[in-house]
T-cell receptor
Framework: GQSLEQPSEVTAVEGAIVQINCTYQ??????LSWYQQHDGGAPTFLSY????GLEETGRFSSFLSRSDSYGYLLLQELQMKDSASYFC???????????FGTGTRLQVTL | DADVTQTPRNRITKTGKRIMLECSQT?????MYWYRQDPGLGLRLIYY???????NKGEISDGYSVSRQAQAKFSLSLESAIPNQTALYFC??????????????FGEGSRLTVL
C-alpha cells in the first residue's frame, strides 16, 4: 500500500499561492521528491529535499521536516498552466527507489 | 526526439495474450524503471534495474517480467494479460548519484487495454 498521504484535490485562483502537503512513513527515509504531471503527459521532476528546510526553484518551493515526517510543495503566482497533478515521492527502503503518493490534482481558476 | 522512448504508445489486446512493452533511452543512464499508473492509485513500481546484470522486483511485480537487453533498453512483458492489467505504463531512467535515486526521467507512457 501507499506510505505517503497527500490531498486528492486542491483548487486555487490564478495569481494566488497554494500549498500541497505530504506526510510519509519515517522508516528508512532518505528524501522527498515532487513531480508534476499534466493530463495525458508524463511526470516531470520539480524538486528534491533530503535535508530539513526550504528549496526554492522559481515560483515553486519545497519544504521538508524530517522530525515531523512532513513536506510540502508551495506554488506561488499561480498560472492556468499550473493545473496538473502533483505527486510527492518518498525515497527510502533497502534500495534506492521512489514510492509515489496518489497525487494531488490542482485546479487553477480565474 | 524523446530521450526516453516507449513503444507501443497504445495497445489493445485480449485476455491471455502475451504483450511486450519496450523502452529505450539515449540519456546514458544506468538505472531504468517500469511504473504502472492507475486512476487514484498514483504510480506504482513494477520492476527496476540498476545495470544490465541487476534486476529487482518492485511493489507489484506479479504477472510481469522484464529484460534488460542493454544499458539503453529495458522491456516489460505480460506473459498472459488479464483485464486488471489495463493501465498506463511508464518507463523511467535515472543516473546513480552516490546511492540516491536522483531525478527520474519518464517516457511518454504506453496505454494498455486488456479486453
Amino acid at each position: 500500500g501507499q506510505s505517503l498521504e497527500q490531498p486528492s484535490e486542491v483548487t486555487a485562483v490564478e495569481g494566488a499561492i497554494v500549498q500541497i502537503n505530504c506526510t510519509y512513513q519515517t522508516s528508512g527515509f532518505y528524501g522527498l521528491s515532487w513531480y508534476q504531471q499534466h493530463d495525458g503527459g508524463a511526470p516531470t521532476f520539480l524538486s528534491y529535499n533530503a535535508l530539513d528546510g526550504l528549496e526554492e526553484t522559481g515560483r515553486f518551493s519545497s519544504f521538508l521536516s524530517r522530525s515531523d515526517s512532513y513536506g510540502y510543495l508551495l506554488l506561488q503566482e499561480l498560472q492556468m498552466k499550473d493545473s496538473a497533478s502533483y505527486f510527492c515521492a518518498r525515497e527510502g527502503g533497502t534500495a534506492s527507489k521512489l514510492t509515489f503518493g496518489t497525487g494531488t490534482r490542482l485546479q487553477v481558476t480565474l | 526526439d524523446a530521450d526516453v522512448t516507449q513503444t507501443p504508445r497504445n495497445r489493445i489486446t485480449k485476455t491471455g495474450k502475451r504483450i511486450m512493452l519496450e523502452c529505450s533511452q539515449t540519456k546514458g543512464h544506468d538505472r531504468m524503471y517500469w511504473y504502472r499508473q492507475d486512476p487514484g492509485l498514483g504510480l506504482r513500481l513494477i520492476y527496476y534495474s540498476f545495470d544490465v546484470k541487476d534486476i529487482n522486483k518492485g511493489e507489484i511485480s506479479d504477472g510481469y517480467s522484464v529484460s534488460r537487453q542493454a544499458q539503453a533498453k529495458f522491456s516489460l512483458s505480460l506473459e498472459s494479460a488479464i483485464p486488471n492489467q489495463t493501465a498506463l505504463y511508464f518507463c523511467a531512467t535515472s543516473v546513480s548519484t552516490g546511492g540516491a535515486v536522483g531525478e527520474l526521467f519518464f517516457g511518454e507512457g504506453s496505454r494498455l487495454t486488456v479486453l
